[in-house]
C-alpha cells in the first residue's frame, strides 16, 4: 500500500499570506490528522476529520482550518501567516475514528517557512 | 505540567547494549501509548503501541506498560547506530488525538 501523501513538500510565505497544503490518506484510511512540529512546543495536535466531519481540534486559532474530501483527501488551511507559524505540517492517517486500538501513520510533512 | 513527560537526552548506548526508554503520562483517562522514531529531518514512524498493562514484543523492540504507575517505556536490544534518532511518546485516551512527549534523543556509539 502507498503510504500517507503530503503536497507540497516545502513552502516559503510571507507574512500575511495565506497557504493550503494537502494530504492524502492511506488507501482505505478515513482519519486524518494535522500536526504542527516546532522545536519550542514539540509536536501539537491541530485538528481530525473523519467522514468529512471535524472530529477534534487542538488549541490553536481560528487562524488555521480544514476540511476533507469524501474520497478522504484533506486540506488544511492557514490565514494571515504569522512568523510562528513556520513549522513541519504533519498530516496522519488512521483506519478509524472511534476505536482506541487505532494506529496513526504519519506523512512526510510540509515544512512552511513565513518570512 | 506536561501531559506526557520524557528525558530530552541524549541518551547514548554502546553498540550491541540495550538501550531503554522512558515516558511517564499525568492522564489517567489516556488508553493507547505509542512510540515513534524520528531520524533528523523526517516525519515520525510508528515502531511500537501498546493498549494492556505489561510486555509487548517485536523484534528487538519491547514496550512495556504499567497504568498503575501511569509508566511506559521501550527496550532496544542489539542497539545499531541506524538505531540512532529522536524516540517520541504518545498517548491517547481514545479516538485520534495523540499528546506527545518531546523526544528522547538516543546515540548509539560504535
Not at chain 1, 476540511?67 to 486540506?75: I, L, M, P, T
Not at chain 2, 511517564?24 to 493507547?32: E, F, G, N, P
Request: proline letters at 4%; hydrophobic letters at 30%.
Amino acid at each position: 500500500k502507498a503510504g500517507v501523501t503530503q503536497t507540497p513538500r516545502y513552502l516559503i510565505k510571507t507574512r500575511g499570506q495565506q497557504v493550503t497544503l494537502s494530504c492524502s490518506p492511506i488507501s482505505g484510511h478515513r482519519s486524518v490528522s494535522w500536526y504542527q512540529q516546532t522545536p519550542g512546543q514539540g509536536l501539537q495536535f491541530l485538528f481530525e476529520y473523519f467522514s468529512e466531519t471535524q472530529r477534534n481540534k487542538g488549541n490553536f486559532p481560528g487562524r488555521f482550518s480544514g476540511r476533507q474530501f469524501s474520497n478522504s483527501r484533506s486540506e488544511m488551511n492557514v490565514s494571515t501567516l504569522e512568523l510562528g507559524d513556520s513549522a513541519l505540517y504533519l498530516c496522519a492517517s488512521a483506519q478509524w475514528a472511534a476505536a482506541s486500538y487505532n494506529e496513526q501513520f504519519f506523512g512526510p510533512g510540509t515544512r512552511l517557512t513565513v518570512l | 505540567q506536561k501531559e506526557v513527560e520524557q528525558n530530552s537526552g541524549p541518551l547514548s548506548v554502546p553498540e550491541g547494549a540495550i538501550a531503554s526508554l522512558n515516558c511517564t503520562y499525568s492522564d489517567r483517562v489516556s488508553q493507547s501509548f505509542f512510540w515513534y522514531r524520528q531520524y533528523s529531518g523526517k516525519s515520525p514512524e510508528l515502531i511500537m503501541s501498546i493498549y494492556s498493562n505489561g510486555d509487548k514484543e517485536d523484534g528487538r523492540f519491547t514496550a512495556q506498560l504499567n497504568k498503575a504507575s501511569q509508566y511506559v517505556s521501550l527496550l532496544i536490544r542489539d542497539s545499531q547506530p541506524s538505531d540512532s534518532a529522536t524516540y517520541l511518546c504518545a498517548a491517547t485516551g481514545g479516538g485520534n488525538k495523540l499528546t506527545f512527549g518531546t523526544g528522547t534523543q538516543l546515540k548509539v556509539e560504535l
